[in-house]
């Protein structure tokens, strides 16, 4: 399984774009990149997900290297509501299921 | 659109005792994940269904949990007999079809085992 490396921690001033880094060195070409989130006491929220391109959604923008070693989540105006332990996940395969194998994350303070 | 549910909320059982938890995914969602974090440790997958049908229960951690998900509605995690390292939250999540589908989470079921 590719597995993804994360910051334990980051802050970020309310207002301004948080840019979460991620390293999967070891992924493989036909493996996404899905980021969740988990705000305190809830499930993880799905986020946004990409093979090589950028990709932006309502949510957040999400740019990957082109070697697909790493990539950045970016929140462009962080709110408080931001305020979450954010995953950074590769797909893998496994007897025919997409299980998402979560690490520690990065615990991201939005600061008022 | 409802999003997935878990019952209950929280569950403090004793040792040795059975608990029941139930999902309820969106509906017409195939696919149904269990998934659970323990003791602050990650979040870890434990099984997969494809409608009725248990796809994939390589992360099911011994034989003392039982999933069903008869007619391929609302599954069950049973829990028999309970010990104090399965405490933790466990949750729910059901995507439609397989592949890369967007997985949804439940807002997950607290298990403290005393």
């Known amino acids: 399984d590719a597995k993804t490396t994360q910051p334990p921690s980051m802050d970020c001033a309310e207002g301004r774009a948080a840019n979460l880094p991620c390293n999967h060195s070891?992924?493989?070409?036909?493996?996404?990149v899905y980021w969740y989130r988990q705000i305190h006491s809830q499930g993880p929220q799905y986020i946004i997900h990409?093979?090589?391109?950028?990709e932006t959604n309502e949510m957040a923008s999400l740019i990957i290297t082109e070697d697909r070693k790493s990539s950045t989540l970016i929140l462009p105006h962080a709110t408080l509501r931001d305020t979450a332990v954010y995953y950074c996940?590769?797909?893998?395969w496994g007897q025919g299921a997409q299980k998402l194998v979560f690490g520690q994350g990065t615990r991201l303070t939005i600061n008022p | 659109e409802a999003g997935v549910t878990q019952f209950p909320s929280h569950s403090v059982i004793e040792k040795g005792q059975t608990v029941t938890l139930r999902c309820d995914p969106i509906?017409?969602?195939?696919?149904l994940y269990w998934y659970r974090r323990v003791m602050g440790k990650e979040i870890k997958f434990l099984l997969h269904?494809?409608?009725?049908?248990?796809?994939?229960e390589s992360g099911m951690p011994n034989n003392r949990f039982l999933a069903e998900r008869t007619g391929g509605t609302y599954s069950t995690l049973k829990v028999q007999p309970a010990e104090l390292e399965d405490s933790g939250v466990y949750f729910c999540?059901?995507?439609?079809?397989?592949?890369?589908?967007?997985?949804?989470f439940g807002p997950g079921t607290r298990l403290t085992v005393l």
């Open positions: 269904f494809v409608k009725e049908s248990k796809q994939d």
């Open positions: 509906s017409g969602h195939d696919n």
């Open positions: 996940i590769v797909r893998v």
């Open positions: 070891t992924i493989s070409g036909n493996e996404y």
């Open positions: 999540a059901s995507s439609q079809g397989q592949g890369l589908d967007t997985q949804y």
């Open positions: 990409g093979l090589k391109n950028n």
